[in-house]
T-cell receptor, first 115, second 112 residues
């Protein structure tokens, strides 16, 4: 199994631009999570999906952030327009309710820099 | 605010020594988990301890949980340079990993 795959690994963009982060969860996992990691706030849960349906988006900081999961093998996190304070590492994670449901499998993250 | 707070924030030891990291939390939990993060990588699950357990072992890892004090500790015995990483505790109130709350982490450096 390839694990959770995120792209791109690094993204540098200018303030005001649209940013799209991508995630492919582990095959068979029915939960997908988006986290953000910063030095100041640590790891924060932004949103999670179950069977492609958004369940809790209370961690999404602003309307500039949106996430979709069009199918079981793909999710996107979009920031439009981006701001310098959005600079962080964004992680995608997945888990399975049928197996090892209590632990998360993380991707390698996307390092986002907004100039 | 962070549910779990690790202590110390940073720890530097010699190879072969033991490393102990502590985690305190505020609300009730179903389980507590420890994750490792190598530089530039994602988090990797290490070990899970349930609220009705007091101690758990996995290889060179030993985790303890004191629910009365709302604290946990992670002990890494006979440390190796490859153990250099950040270690995070994560509290799970429901046992489903849907609302994991991560602490701020302990940066462990193991010197060869």
């Amino acid at each position: 199994d390839a694990g959770v795959i995120q792209s791109p690994r690094h993204e540098v963009t200018e303030m005001g631009q649209e940013v799209t982060l991508r995630c492919k969860p582990i095959s068979g996992h029915d939960y997908l999570f988006w986290y953000r990691q910063t030095m100041m706030r640590g790891l924060e849960l932004l949103i999670y999906f179950n069977n492609n349906v958004p369940i809790d988006d209370s961690g999404m900081p602003e309307d500039r952030f949106s996430a979709k999961m069009p199918n079981a093998s793909f999710s996107t996190l979009k920031i439009q327009p981006s701001e310098p304070r959005d600079s962080a590492v964004y992680f995608c994670a997945s888990s399975s309710m049928d197996r090892v449901r209590e632990k998360l499998f993380f991707g390698s993250g996307t390092q986002l820099s907004v100039l | 605010s962070q549910q779990g707070e690790e202590d110390p924030q940073a720890l530097s030891i010699q190879e072969g020594e033991n490393a102990t990291m502590n985690c305190s939390y505020k609300t009730s939990i179903n389980n507590l988990q420890w994750y490792r993060q190598n530089s530039g990588r994602g988090l990797v699950h290490l070990i899970l301890i349930r609220s009705n357990e007091r101690e758990k072992h996995s290889g060179r890892l030993r985790v303890t949980l004191d629910t009365s004090k709302k604290s946990s500790s992670l002990l890494i015995t006979a440390s190796r340079a490859a153990d250099t990483a950040s270690y995070f505790c994560a509290t799970d109130p429901s046992g489903s990993a849907r609302q994991l709350t991560f602490g701020s982490g302990t940066q462990l450096t193991v010197l060869p």
